[in-house]
């Protein structure tokens, strides 16, 4: 112990000489901290229809007076949108949900069809809107109570639109013209609902940057465990 003691007190010594004898050693020296900061990004939408939103409902019940107690080939006014209310850009998909019966309905010049199964309400897509296909929807027990379209915010290449934040994909359609059917089948006063579901996705670091409508929603479809399975 004595010996290293004593060899530092030497190194020690000899250390302080040199800055005696030969000036004071100055270093140059630097230290730079970078923080890089990341925000998570967000894809939320908004279901909108202004249009069918702003009619008069004078009994307040939600529904447009306009929508109540309908008539064959009666025209009511239904614009659904969606908006990218989210921090990213998305991808923008909608079903829609119609009620179908097994009726009876009536051409143009007053001649009946056969009875068949029938979607109660049609409307036409804005050329925005890609058509994906349809699926039955059955109840409970098995009967079929209704039709599900799909639809992509996409051009007829099945290339999808980006929606970007803040803005508003164009409406599905602007009205749905209710059947030509035929009276006395059991429908007067029933409730016959046309329900719709908005979808969005990221447009980013989508399998290798695809923008193919379909493929695109089959990750939709895998990621919320959807079993719907359209078809044209």
Known sequence: MKNNKLKSAVIIGAMAVLAVSGGILAYF???????NNFTVGSIEIELQEPAW???PDADGNGV???AENI???QTITKDP???????????????????CKNVITVNADGTKNAQ???ELYQF???ASWYYLGK????????????????????????ACTTVSPEASTTPLFQNVTFVNLMEGQGLDGQPLEIDINAYAIQTSNLDEGTTDAMNIWKIITNQKDITDVFTK
């Open 53 to 55: 939103e702003s009619k």
């Open 116 to 118: 068949a199964m029938t």
């Open 64 to 66: 447009p007076d306009e």
């Open 71 to 73: 008539l064959p080939l």
């Open 135 to 158: 699926c039955p929807v059955n109840d409970g027990e098995g009967n079929q109570v209704a039709v599900k379209h799909l639809y992509a915010y996409a051009n007829d290449r099945r």
């Open 124 to 126: 036409t897509a804005d």
């Open 29 to 35: 020296t630097d230290t730079e901290e970078k923080v």
């Open 81 to 99: 949108r969606v908006k990218n209310t989210g921090n990213n850009d998305a991808y923008m998909f909608l079903t829609v949900e119609v009620p």
